[in-house]
Each structure stands twice: as C-alpha cells, then as structure tokens.
C-alpha cells in the first residue's frame, strides 16, 4: 500500500442511495488485492477503506463509511455487525420474580448470505452451481489468496436473487464496521404510517440524537485520516432523504471547509406503492433537494435511470448489450453503480488529483450541477483496438444519459471528464503495416489518449477536456445480478456469436463514463422548475409543507432552481429563447 494516501470518507443516506452503495462497495472489494506478491494496482483501496483489527487479532479492512436508513431496512443485517462480535452477554439476571419470553423467528437468509456465513466460518462451498470455467485473471487486481473474496470470485456461483432481494444488506458482500450503519427509528421503512416522504421531514431529522449520532461516526472516521481530500455523498433526491441529505451537506461545509463535497442524488426508474400525490411529492423533494445540495457540494450530480425527473417521463434507458429490468432495485442499482465505479476514479488512483481539483474543473463559473452519461459495458471486440471500437459509434457516442439529461447533439459544453476503464488485454492503437491505408483517422494516431481525445472532440470541437484512462476493469463477482447480453465474453467485450446457454457469466467489464457541464443541464433544471412551480401547492399538496419549509422559502427555492438553469444559457441561447420570462 502507498506511504500517502489522500482518504475519502462516504456517506450513504436512503434506501436507494444503499441499494446502489452496497454495489458500489461489492465492487470496490472484488477489486482488493490481500496478497503482496500480486503486482499494485493504479487504483488505490486505501482511499475508501480503513485497516483494523478484530479483538482476535485478525486484519480487516472495512469501508471508510456512514450508511443511514429508517426503522426496518436491515433485516438480517445487524446494526452493529459481525466483524468486531463480542459475543452475547451471560452475566446474570438479577430480577427474580416470573418470566415471560417472546422469540421472534429472525428473517431467511438468501442462498447467497447462507453461502457468506459458510466461507465466513471456514467451511467449503459444494460444488454443484459453480461454473466449470476457472476465472480470468486480472493482473492488476485479482486476489490470489484464499479469502471469502477470491473464493467467491473464482466459484462464480450462478445466484438469482431477483426473488430473494427486499434490502439492500441481502447482497451485501463485505463487512461493515460497527460505527457504520445508522438507523433513524423516527420512521418505517416499509408500511402506510410515518413515512420520510417529504423534504422538510427530512431537513427537521438533524438535530438531537440523529445528529450527535451522526458527528460522533463522522469524527471516528475523520480523524484517523491523514490527508483527508473529502466526501463523497450518495443521497436518496426524491424522498425525505432530500431533506435530510441538505443539512448533512451543510453540516460538511461548515465543519470541514476546503474539504471536496461530492454529492450524487439518487433516484429509482420507479417506487413500489407509488400514488400521484407521491409522485408529485418526488418531483418536489428532486427540485428542493437540487438547489440544496449544490449549493452546498463542490459539485452536485443527479443519477437515475428514468427518462427524466417529471410525474410522465419517458421509458427507461435501455443499454444496448444490457437486459436489466429497470422496476427491480437490485437491478438498476447495479447499473448505475457500475457507472459509479468510473466516474469516482479520478480522485481514487495513485498520484491523482484530489476531488475539490476535479469538482472545479467541472464546475466552471461556479456551475455546480453535473449532468453523467455512460456506456456500460464500453463496447469493444474481443481482439479488436481502441481505434476500431470507436471507429464502429462514428455517428453517434456510445454511452446514454444517466441523469435523465440527454445530450442536444449540438456540440455545446463547458466542461467534460471522460473515463474509460476496463480494456486491458486489448490494443489502444492500430498496428498497421507499412503502407497499409487507415480505415479512420483515429487508426493513424500513436496513444490511446490522443485515439480517445480526438474521437471526444469530433462531438465537442471546443469544449475543455479532461480524459482519464485506466486498463483495470471492474470486477462482477456474485451477487452482482447477471444482466448481460450473451454477446459478451467473459471478460466483457463483444463476440460476433451468442455464448452458448450455461457458458461462464460475465465477470469483467469495460465501462467508459463523461461527466459534462453544459446548457443540456439549463435545459434539465429548467424543465424540473416549470414541473414543480406549476402546482399549486397550497391547493394540490398541503401536508408537503406541514414539517417545513416556510412558503416564502420554498417559492425562493423554486426561484433560484430557475436562476440556476439560466447560468448554464450561452448568449446564443439567451437571445433566441422566448421562455426567458415564462418558465
């Protein structure tokens, strides 16, 4: 591990935000690396996780992180978790009068949490449901010691958990530390009563106990960081969390001033048990929750696989080479953190800028919101090079709106941070022999940087780039729902035949991402400003502001959500629209 390592500290806060979190950080373990012989990876794991110690003596290494959700959203999961178990309390009972004892039966375990427990005691899986063939090797960072992780990454059990998953902790793979999970008892996950539906419940949460609580982690986590660049904040957008995700913004920018503040709001394709009353309370938390956080991130990026943020949006994002099913959570969590896992690496590789360095690139003249887009997985022949894959989107990118903004095709842009992971194994440039004409101009050039930059600005002539190239791909070990075309090889790129059925899962994936700040974004907050003022709340939606915010308030949040879609208006766009003065 490297002698100096700038640390990040993350917090999830929601259900969904800890649906795509518990991806996030399946990943980021399949990624880790326990053995010294193995050479380094140009990803840094110490950024995200910390190394302990178990009373037994044993070294662990557990995500740098504070998850907060409502009153039963663990379910098999403890609060306190496994790791550091002290084993239950035998001392004596002191009262000596009759007993009487209720025993709840605990909730099952999934095929995959069953399997956890064995390797967590030692015990070996049975063989029947793993698949014959032995895994890729990754060079850069696949585990060849024999721990829980590379047991499960070799095995490739075929799980399906499509049925099994209620919560986020029934595929969680990895071991939390026991100041990570905080549950807020003053709502129900589930049910019809005291639900976290509004964003001024959400804005009254921190205070008293929720927020002692929640300083108290934060300095655990802090103050054993050496050179702390930030945070980086997944929250919940359409429900109470928004609210909530507003003030622990806040509370971060006030207590750790300097520090990066990298909030992504999440929001589901869809809700279970969705009303029109709650869908209009969702596009309201979205626009207060918007103007809030960016106003107190370094940078502030919506992530939702919905075709956009009103009450009638359009269908789903459909990925070429993916057959997810977008009302499932386990599903559309793990695409969007397979996208998180690009867009967070500039500020987790070795010798990297740190995140406030990144977030102001982005944010040019204080342009704060970010609009992300992806190509999951990046689509590339097996044995082709880098020129080929990109010479075959010559007319079109390859990746497809993640914030429900899409691109005006117009070649606008302010600023954008392209990443593409995962082509190791594959040729960034084309070997052509002497003489041989090339079939684009991308095959005449002599690095992948310049193959990828000059691809980027056939699409965006003028706008500043920055590229980030990295040849790790992502790790898919189990739970990580198989969703792949049976066009892809096992280690992700393309083949021009089907994998006939029961062949090896997909267990590797090229994934190129772009984060972008341009009028496209006006185009998105103006239209989630003429959603939200449109209704008369008052009249439409009166319990939304029972808990707060004041009505003079909310009418200025609406305001400055309209003034913040008009910064990102060019002087074309200022002189030719006519909704200046109407939206």
């Given amino acids: 591990m490297s002698n100096f390592c700038r640390e990040v500290v993350t917090l999830q806060l929601g259900h969904y935000s800890n649906f795509v979190g518990t991806h996030w950080w399946n990943l980021q373990d399949a990624s880790l690396s326990y053995d010294a012989e193995t050479p380094p990876s140009e990803i840094q794991s110490d950024v995200l996780f910390r190394e302990g110690q178990t009373p037994g003596g044993h070294v662990t290494h557990t995500p740098r992180l504070v998850a907060m959700d409502l009153k039963g959203s663990l379910r098999t999961l403890r609060q306190e ?21 209720h025993k709840e039966c605990p909730p099952q375990k999934n095929s995959f949490l069953e399997d956890l427990d064995r390797l967590d005691k030692g015990e070996i899986l049975a063989q029947d449901d793993f698949y014959s063939s032995p895994r890729p090797q990754c060079s850069a960072g696949a585990a060849s010691v024999d721990t829980v992780n590379s047991q499960l990454a070799r095995v490739q059990k075929g799980y399906r958990l499509e049925g099994s998953v209620k919560v986020w902790s029934d595929f969680l793979r990895i071991h939390l530390h026991p100041r990570s999970v905080s549950v807020i008892h003053q709502y129900n996950h589930d049910g019809e009563a005291h639900r976290l539906e509004t964003f001024g419940q959400g804005e009254a949460l921190l205070q008293g106990p929720v927020l002692e609580e929640l300083e ?13 660049q930030g945070f980086q904040v997944f929250c919940d957008l359409a429900d109470g969390f928004a609210g909530l995700g507003s003030k622990v ?21 869809s809700h279970p048990d969705t009303t029109p009353m709650k869908e209009l309370y969702h596009v309201l938390n979205c626009a207060l929750g918007t103007v809030s956080m960016a106003a107190n991130s370094s940078l502030f990026c919506p992530l939702t696989l919905r075709g956009g943020l009103g009450r009638r949006p359009s269908c789903p994002i459909a990925f070429p080479h993916l057959n997810y099913n977008p009302s499932l959570w386990y599903h559309s ?20 800028a740190p995140m406030w360095q990144m977030a102001d690139t982005l944010a040019a003249s204080g ?37 429900a903004c899409p691109e005006p095709g117009d070649g606008r842009c302010y600023s954008q941070l392209v990443t593409l992971k995962g082509f190791e194994g594959q040729k960034l440039i084309s070997s052509l022999a002497p003489g041989t004409q090339p079939a684009t101009p991308l095959h005449n050039l002599h690095s992948g940087e310049d193959v990828l930059e000059s691809y980027i600005r056939s699409f965006y002539p003028r706008s500043p780039l920055a590229l980030q190239l990295v040849p790790t791909p992502s790790a898919l070990t189990p739970p990580f729902p198989q969703i792949f075309s049976h066009f892809l090889t096992p280690q992700g790129f393309l083949q021009s035949q089907p994998l006939p059925p029961g062949s090896q899962a997909v267990s590797l994936a090229p994934v190129m991402t772009s984060l972008q700040s341009g009028p496209a974004v006006g185009l998105w907050m103006s239209e989630l400003h003429r959603g939200s003022s449109a209704v008369d709340i008052r009249r439409s939606a009166p319990s939304f502001l029972s808990q707060g915010p004041e009505m003079a308030d909310y009418k200025d949040t609406l305001e400055e959500l309209r003034q913040l879609g008009h910064c990102y208006r060019d002087d074309t766009m200022c002189c030719s629209s006519s909704e200046d003065n109407d939206d």
């Fill in 216 to 228: 108290d982690k934060l300095h655990f986590f802090v103050e054993e960081c050496d050179y702390l």
């Fill in 333 to 352: 969590s793990s695409v969007l953190a397979l996208a998180l896992d690009a867009l967070t690496l500039p500020y987790r590789l070795k010798d990297s």
């Fill in 367 to 403: 342009r704060k919101v970010v609009a992300a887009y992806g190509a999951m997985p990046f689509p590339m022949m097996h044995g082709a090079s880098l020129p080929d894959a990109l010479g075959d989107c010559a007319d079109a990118l390859p990746w497809k709106p993640l914030s």
């Fill in 81 to 101: 978790g496994n790791l550091y178990d002290a084993g239950t309390d035998t001392s004596a009972a002191t009262w000596e009068g009759s007993l009487m004892m």
């Fill in 249 to 269: 913004t806040e509370m971060l920018q006030d207590s750790y001033g300097g520090r990066g503040i990298l909030t992504w709001g999440l929001v589901p394709v």
